[in-house]
Structures are given as C-alpha cells and as structure tokens.
C-alpha cells in the first residue's frame, strides 16, 4: 500500500519567508511525528500528532515553528521568517500506535529545506 | 533525556564480510528501531524490535531490554547495504523516537 508521502521534496526560499511542508501519512494511522536531520544535530523530534488529543510540541525549536493536522489525517509544518540555520531535511512519520502502545514508524521521503 | 550511543561511527569493509552494529541506550524503552538510511535520505525500517531476536534474510537484531543495548548483525554485505545505520529508541511514557547518531556502513566492492 502506499507509504508516507511529503511535500515539496525540495524547497529552497529566501531568509525571512514563511514555507509550508506537507506531509499525508498512513491511511488509518492515528500517530504522526515530525523530525527534522540537519548537518552537526542528527535527527531531532519536533511535534507529534495522536487522534485528536493536543499535540506534543515539545521538540519545536522556537515559536517560528507551528504545525497542524486537519480531519486526523494530513498535517503541515509552517515555518515563519525562515533563518539559515533551519536549513535541514523535515521528516515525517506515521504510525498505528494509540498512545501509551508502541508501534513501528514508517517515514516519509522528506523534505530538503535550504534558506539562503 | 535518554541517551543512545551507536558504535561504532564508521565501518569499512569488503563485499561478503559480515558486520556488527551496536546501540547502547540510557533508559528502559518502549520501542526501539532500527534504519537504514539510503544515499537518497530515505528512512527505512529494518526491524521494530525493543526486546529480543527477529531475523529478516541476512540481516538480523537482537535487544537485551535488561542491559540497556541492541546488535544489528549483517551478513554475506553487499554494496547496496553501504548508507547510515540509525538505532532510535522510545522510552516509556514519551510517544517519540530519539535518534543515535548512526553508524555510516561503506561496502566496497
């Protein structure tokens, strides 16, 4: 079946403008997260999505970064007045767990963000 | 937080040569997963594993839950198993994935 899929796969803006990553999980996973990679920081969690509980923000880095998931299912992570340093590549992933149960993430292919 | 420390941070070898990856971590954990990153960025699960064996053709995994650490065995490489090796974990009561910083595998043919 089809996996995660994220959108743009490449996107390169100007410093100082909004961009917006898609990301369309799963069909019937109620789990989603979002990680970005960056060079020198590895892989770091930035916001997690479970069913219709408020989301755990707790990874976003400053409050530039905002992130929704309409009708339980595709979500987009806004980033205002982008800066150099958020240059990195925005993973997302989905999963069937249920909160306080476990189960494998898949992720998507990301997306390449460069500020220049 | 807890921590994961892979090990070790580069592997070179030859086509054919078998290989372990080890991932030690802080805390007991929920989940554990191992991935492997392909030269295009894609992250791809290999195993779903926070206890015990699983085997899947020449790769294979096993987590001691009790001594805090994971192996990811590779046998027979091929060059297409060249790429980054990333054991995550997911600690009890915290619903997301804390990354090692990976092994970079490099198959020569």
């Known amino acids: 079946g089809a996996g995660v899929s994220q959108s743009p796969s490449n996107k390169v803006t100007e410093k100082g403008k909004d961009v917006e990553l898609r990301c369309d999980p799963i069909s019937g996973h109620t789990a989603l997260y979002w990680y970005r990679q960056s060079l020198g920081q590895g892989l770091e969690f930035l916001i997690y999505f479970q069913g219709n509980s408020a989301p755990d923000k707790s990874g976003l880095p400053s409050d530039r970064f905002s992130a929704e998931r309409t009708g339980g299912s595709v979500s987009t992570l806004t980033i205002q007045r982008t800066q150099q340093e958020d240059s990195a590549v925005y993973l997302c992933?989905?999963?069937?767990?249920?909160?306080?149960?476990?189960?494998?993430?898949?992720f998507g292919p990301g997306t390449r963000l460069t500020v220049l | 937080g807890i921590q994961v420390e892979q090990s070790p941070p580069d592997l070179i070898l030859q086509e054919g040569a078998n290989s372990t990856l080890r991932c030690n971590f802080s805390?007991?954990?929920?989940?554990l997963q191992w991935f492997h990153q392909n030269p295009w960025g894609q992250l791809i699960n290999l195993f779903y594993i926070p206890s015990g064996t699983k085997q899947n053709g020449r790769l294979s995994a096993t987590t001691v839950a009790t001594e805090r650490y994971s192996l990811l065995y590779i046998s027979s490489s091929q060059t297409t198993d060249s790429g980054v090796y990333f054991c995550?974990?997911?600690?009890?009561?915290?619903?997301?994935?804390?990354f090692g910083t990976g092994t970079r595998l490099t198959i020569i043919p």
């Open positions: 995550a974990v997911e600690p009890w009561g915290n619903e997301k994935l804390t």
């Open positions: 805390d007991s954990v929920n989940n």
């Open positions: 992933a989905s999963s069937s767990s249920s909160g306080g149960s476990s189960d494998t993430q898949y």
